[in-house]
């Protein structure tokens, strides 16, 4: 069994995990493991399968073949045992526009067998103390997600499961869900799992990442490393063709940016004033040179459009192809 | 799981409307038609010495009058039950509040039986209010037209209570119907569509397989409806001039009633069945 640096085995472990839905494989032999109080990014495009390995994962979607352990645990055989340590929501949640917010927890909390003390307490946490007695129906979109997260808080969870938790929130609503999901990791000992296509939000939330794609995860790793691998030195030269040149000479690769003026060199920022010192050497004009870390959004798309050209000159088969179109 | 289906169903407008619509059909039999009856009771011809109105009256008077309010609240009651329960079922399976409700951990089974018990128990709750309800209106009836006499004969009681369970244990197919219909299609409208179907075709249908005989003419004895009317057959107090006139011979009522538990049992097993098998979907990403 995998474990981290302090033994500690993970509170989530995917192997293998596989649905198909007739020609489409929505998941395909994803692995996955996510370790405790840990703020996991579950990152991907839309029709990615994100959802599809959360429904799995939560018992509402038969997995087609693999395995899903919670807390160690089979999460299709000991799912009511896994689910009493859970706290999930998918998407935007649909509460009973009929009945207040307070009426909605008290249903979540019979439905999910969890006290209902904590009814007034989550709903303070969300902000919606003052509006518990007004029904659901009068609810904003925000107000509505804001009421999925306190629902998500009932029972003190081990484990919460946030599926696009800021879909329909301000930019200020959605710092907020950011913060509450970074503080119950740190100040609580939980552990997160967030999904989202949103690469801001998991940059800014996470601890560890997987980026998946076609329902396969193409990456996985700490958000720290991912980027501090992806660093890389730029020049803005009037001769960039020569300038790979000129590098691949000293070492180094080195690629043309999309504007055709800016060559990126993949090499750390030490290094960036004597290979400056090459290209000057060799006659190139430098207007320009710094160094950048890389951020998620060149991580993501470099392994997902990566993937996408593999996919294009690999397809499995034609409908597969025209279900995802249906599905993105 | 229980308690919170039945907020459910005690918070939706839908019930409180389905139960008012129920009382003000009863209320029009038992005062306006009365007195309307009363009213023109000199411009229509006697029967044998005896008006139309009295006949009539007669069947509806407190507390004779349960007899009809049996019948008949079966024969109004089963179509509004079918679009109660289609509302509130086929409401429960969106996918959103189906994540919402199971990604909680309850079984699905637990989540689908605790749906039926509530509307059962909500039935029962209904039928006995109509009972007490009765005991409101047909006084008023008797007041309004002047034939206020409560008798009880003997036995009533055990009479009232055995044709209250017949009343509500035959009902009990028309919340299978609704329930399989609208789970089986995650959709009130679809549900109810269905069920209204059902009940509407029955009573086509009956006619016609009646009159070809012989193979069609049993078939229909296994209608829910006729079934229905097979088993409240045994029911003691009069329904008067509400009396089912079929043309079909009607099975038992204890037969009767053990199909219709049977088809009962496979409609919210197969329901369920499915349901547990059933992935939860709705748009994925």
């Known amino acids: 069994m995998t474990m981290d640096a ?3 085995a993970p509170l989530i472990r995917l192997r293998g995990l596989t649905k198909r839905f007739g020609d489409l494989t929505a998941v395909d032999h994803l692995d996955l493991d996510v370790m405790p109080g840990q703020v996991f990014g579950f990152l991907g495009p839309n029709g990615a399968g994100k959802t599809t390995t959360i429904g799995m994962m939560l018992g509402l979607i038969k997995p087609t073949s693999g395995s899903v352990e919670v807390f160690g645990m089979d999460a299709h055989r000991n799912r009511a045992e896994v689910m009493r340590r859970v706290g999930a929501i998918i998407e935007t949640p649909a509460f009973y526009p009929y009945l207040s917010a307070r009426d909605n927890l008290r249903l979540v909390a019979q439905y999910g067998g969890r006290g209902k003390s904590q009814i007034d307490e989550v709903l303070e946490v969300v902000g919606l103390g003052r509006r518990a007695e007004d029904k659901v129906k009068t609810y904003s979109t925000g107000m509505n997600q804001r009421l999925g997260l306190a ?7 081990d484990l919460i499961m946030l599926d696009e938790p800021t879909v329909g929130l301000d ?6 869900v950011w913060d509450l999901a970074r503080s119950m990791a740190t100040d609580h000992g939980r552990t997160v799992f967030m999904s989202s296509h949103l690469l801001n939000e998991i940059q800014q939330t996470c601890d560890r990442v997987a980026i998946i794609n076609r329902g396969r995860t193409l990456l996985q790793g700490d958000l720290d490393q991912l980027l501090t691998g992806a660093t890389g030195v730029y020049f803005e030269v009037d001769r960039p063709e020569d300038a790979i040149e000129i590098l691949a000479g000293a070492g180094v690769t080195a690629s043309v940016d999309s504007t055709a003026c800016t060559v990126w060199a993949e090499v ?13 050497s060799a006659g190139l004009l430098v207007s320009g040179l710094g160094s950048r870390k890389s951020d998620l959004e060149s991580v993501f798309l470099e392994v997902t459009q990566d993937d996408d050209v593999q996919k294009r000159e690999h397809p499995s088969s034609s409908s597969e192809l025209q279900e995802r179109a249906r599905l993105e | ?7 459910k169903i005690r918070k939706r407008r839908l019930t409180w409307v389905v139960f008012g619509v129920l009382v003000a059909i009863m209320a029009f039999f038992y005062i306006p038609l009365r007195l309307i009856m009363r009213a023109s009771e000199s411009a229509r011809p006697s029967m044998a010495g005896v008006s139309q109105f009295e006949m009539f009256n007669q069947s509806m008077q407190f507390p004779q009058g349960y007899g009809a309010l049996s019948t ?5 009651g089963q179509w509004l039950l079918v679009v109660l329960v289609a509302g509130l079922v086929g409401s429960e399976h969106g996918w959103g509040t189906l994540r919402l409700v199971l990604a909680r951990g309850p079984s699905r089974a637990g989540f689908m039986l605790a749906q039926l018990i509530a509307v059962v128990v909500a039935l029962i709750v209904g039928t006995l209010a109509m009972l007490v309800v009765g005991a409101i209106i047909m006084p008023l009836g008797d007041l309004a037209v002047g034939t206020l006499d409560p008798v009880f004969p003997d ?3 055990s009479a009232l209570a055995l044709d209250w369970l017949r009343a509500t244990g035959a009902l009990l197919i028309y919340v299978g119907m609704a329930f399989a219909a609208a789970g089986l299609t995650r959709s009130n409208g679809a549900g109810l569509g269905v069920g209204l179907v059902i009940i509407f075709l029955e009573s086509i249908l009956t006619p016609i397989f009646s009159g070809l005989g012989g193979f069609w003419g049993d078939v229909t004895r296994f209608f829910p409806v006729n079934l229905v009317r097979a088993v409240q057959s045994a029911n003691e107090l009069s329904p008067g001039p509400f009396a089912p006139r079929s043309p079909v011979e009607f099975l038992d009522p204890w037969v009767a009633g053990l199909v219709l538990a049977a088809y009962f049992a496979v409609l919210v097993g197969g329901t369920i069945w499915v349901f547990n098998r059933r992935d939860i979907l709705g748009r994925m990403s």
């Open chain 2, 72 to 76: 008949l609240g079966v024969q109004t």
């Open chain 1, 151 to 157: 629902s998500v808080l009932l029972g003190e969870p």
């Open chain 2, 155 to 157: 036995g009533f009681v």
């Open chain 1, 171 to 176: 930019p200020a609503g959605a710092r907020e």
């Open chain 1, 6 to 8: 302090n033994g500690a």
């Open chain 1, 268 to 280: 750390g920022a030490e290094r960036a004033g004597e290979l400056n010192a090459v290209l000057v």
């Open chain 2, 1 to 7: 799981m229980v308690g919170a289906e039945l907020l």
